[in-house]
């Protein structure tokens, strides 16, 4: 398996611990589906929890509220390629 | 100095003053002048009346609402902009002022991005106080939302209220703000006290802590408008020294914050965050500042502010010039509380079926409402399901009867696929924050004896929510001599794994421990389970089967059996024997 995939299975698996989603196992979450609104449907705190997972996990500082966030985050396979690209752990 | 709000534009301040700012921009008062003068020209050629307002940026939102009332006009802002919601919201206004790009035929929509060119100067008046001049927008607890109507008079007698209390505290210092300006606690205190009172304010909402750790450095003092969704995740996440240094004080809002993130605050940056309590309807209404002092929890009403309970029920009664009325009236509010003097009191929690998840308002009789309008849905009851631990979040829990049609949606297209298709009926009136996260679809509804469904019943359905080891609860239902329960066995239970690789089961110890809990369910802590009798393991439990158990008092109090079974299978059963723990030494 790709360092890619891993890194997807790895984050569906905090997303799913970390934000209690019912119901959901990893294999329902596709890399590619939105995770916020009609896919996944996280919502603000959601994204809240995942900016300080992402810090504590990752290492990685969100700073500013852009439109990028909502592109790092619009899906698994985004938010792999951004941990990927910005982790300092 | 404050200026009140219906001369803010007539009495001209110095036209250098900052009054807002990004990360990449500053805007001067002169800046805010020359804007809405050109917005007020466009705006004064459409029909006066109520408009609707939204921007998620608090300059262009003071823009387009300085313009509204310049404009002799109302603004109206919606309490989300979910589809069905603003679609409603516009119905009944003259069209809409606003940042994003809508897709509206039938009334004007006047965009608050679009470069303004200049013209002849437009001539700004000062207001009149007691004309309505905002109408926002709540969700009742009658499952109806309501509309609530501000004046200017209003809106300046509580920033008057509010300086006179902090204003010294907060002189000088820029206002940053994680909560949004369309909101009444977010639209007094991190826009227009500050506009007013000449305090210059950050035009974004801070949402991640780093954004916040940015602003912070430098030599510049700020105080922050936050809530007890945000203050109680970002606090580890947040430099000591330069909050320290930067901060000075820290507002929260839109529910209760816990003790302990008080504290904390408190120990890690010598600042005890200030709790405003209040509503749309009433504004701001109390005060408190968490100590570990017991007296703390207290709340301190403001000075021109009354309560008083009310005589036949537990709901209080509160007079204050921050609400619209048209004589001297008390105005009932839903919360319960313990008077404890003339202006300090505890509260109680709600009289009514209105919650609050993370700072948000929400009526469960509105949500049942919607989700019985769902072709798939029989009966509904929703219920807030509370967070167990001060880091865990608010949840909104259903339980359905689906009717036939929504049966077969289930078996076809199962749990995720059926809950999908409610969560996005609910998206269009409801925010994400407030869609049901916890889902349970039941034979029936919990009954008691005069035909109301019990919350603990209910509550207890969820009980299994974040324990992978519990069979998912379908129903629940104490019978005239015992419980019963009807259950489901997902096939990722954490038992599975190593017990019997090709042939997965349920082990009896684990069947044992089911029938234990149940049974706890149904007697007191001293009694104990002594043993077992007459167990049996009758047919191997499978995942993904669905079983009824049974617990039943045999006829001494200290005998009760216990049946494992489904439609075509019995599982086990036995029988178990209890003492009372004083008991237990002597045996």
């Known amino acids: 398996m790709s360092d890619a995939i891993l890194l997807e299975k790895e984050l569906k698996t905090l997303l799913i611990h970390h934000l ?15 995770l916020f609104g009609d896919g996944l449907g996280l919502d603000s705190i959601d994204a809240l929890e995942l900016g300080l997972l992402l810090q504590t996990q990752y290492g990685i500082q969100i700073q500013e509220n852009s439109d990028k966030n909502d592109q790092y985050f619009s899906s698994v396979k985004a938010l792999a390629e951004f941990v990927k690209n910005n982790r300092q752990k | ?47 006066i009346g109520e408009w609707v307002l939204y921007s998620k940026d608090s300059y262009l939102f003071l823009i387009g609402l300085l313009s509204i009332w310049q404009t002799g006009s109302t603004a109206v802002l919606p309490i989300n902009i979910q589809s069905e919601n603003l679609k409603a919201t516009l119905k009944s206004s003259r069209g809409i002022v606003t940042d994003l790009e809508l897709d509206i035929k039938d009334k004007p929509c006047l965009s608050l991005l679009e470069s303004l060119s200049s013209g002849p100067s437009f001539v700004f008046k000062e207001l009149d106080p007691d004309k309505t001049a905002l109408l926002l927008h709540s969700s009742g607890s009658t499952g109806k939302p309501k509309v609530i109507k501000k004046t200017l008079g209003n809106l300046n007698s509580e920033l008057l209220s509010w300086e006179e209390l902090l204003g010294g505290k907060l002189r000088k210092t820029r206002c940053v703000s994680t909560v949004s300006h369309q909101h ?23 949402f991640f802590p780093p954004e916040l750790v940015n602003l912070m450095g430098g030599t510049k003092s700020y105080c922050l408008v936050s809530g007890p969704a945000h203050l109680k995740r970002m606090g580890e996440a947040l430099p000591p020294k330069e909050i320290k240094n930067n901060l000075r004080f820290i507002f929260s809002s839109g529910g209760p ?25 009433t504004g701001g209404m109390a ?15 403001l000075e021109q502010v009354q309560i008083k309970p009310s005589n036949d029920s537990p709901k209080l009664w509160v007079s204050s010039p921050f609400i619209y009325q048209q004589h001297d009236e008390w105005w009932p509010l839903d919360d319960r509380v313990e008077i404890l003097s003339e202006s300090r009191f505890i509260l109680k929690g709600r009289s009514d079926r209105t919650v609050k998840i993370e700072e948000k308002r929400l009526s469960l009789p509105e ?19 509370d967070a167990s631990h001060p880091a865990e979040r608010d949840q909104i829990g259903i339980a359905a009867v689906l009717n036939a049609g929504g049966i077969s949606f289930l078996n076809a297209q199962g749990r995720l696929g059926l809950i999908a298709l409610f969560k996005k009926e609910l998206s269009k009136y409801f925010e994400a924050v407030l869609i049901p996260r916890y889902w349970r679809f039941l034979d029936c509804l919990p009954v008691d004896e005069v035909g109301k469904t019990p919350l603990g019943q209910v509550k207890a359905l969820f009980s299994d929510r974040s324990q992978k080891n519990a069979p998912q609860i379908l129903m629940r239902r104490e019978t005239a001599d015992g419980l019963l329960k009807k259950l489901n066995v997902s096939h990722e239970l954490r038992f599975f794994k190593g017990h019997f690789e090709h042939l997965p089961c349920v082990p009896g110890s684990v069947q044992l421990a089911w029938a ?10 001293e009694i104990r389970i002594k043993a077992f009798e007459s167990v049996k ?23 009760f059996s216990f049946r494992i079974w489904n439609e075509t299978l019995e599982f086990s059963k036995g029988i178990f024997l209890l003492g009372k723990v004083n008991q237990t030494k002597t045996l």
């Open chain 1, 20 to 34: 209690k989603l019912e119901d959901i196992k990893e294999e329902d979450i596709l890399s590619e589906a939105p």
């Open chain 2, 367 to 385: 949500l049942e409402d919607k989700l019985l309008e769902h072709q798939f849905i029989k009966e509904v009851f929703a219920l807030s399901l």
């Open chain 2, 287 to 301: 005060w408190r500042q968490r100590t570990s002092k017991a007296d703390s929890e207290a709340w301190n009403l």
């Open chain 2, 537 to 559: 393991f009758l047919n191997l439990l499978r995942p993904k089967t669905t079983f009824f158990l049974e617990i039943k008092n045999l006829e001494t109090n200290l005998r």
């Open chain 2, 1 to 47: 100095m404050l200026i009140p709000l219906n001369r803010t534009l007539s009495e001209l301040r110095g036209t250098k003053t900052l009054v807002a700012f990004n990360g990449r921009q500053e805007f001067l008062y002169s800046d805010l002048l020359e804007k809405v003068g050109c917005f007020s020209r466009l705006l004064s050629k459409e029909s």
């Open chain 2, 257 to 281: 914050l816990d003790k302990n993130t008080a504290l904390f605050y408190q120990r890690r940056f010598g600042l005890t965050p200030f709790e405003i309590y209040g509503s749309t309807e």
């Open chain 2, 516 to 525: 234990s809990e149940a049974l706890r369910e149904l007697i007191s802590d």
């Open chain 2, 184 to 206: 009444i606690y977010g639209l007094l205190h991190r826009l227009l006290w500050p506009f007013c009172s000449g305090r210059a304010f950050f035009s974004e909402t801070i």
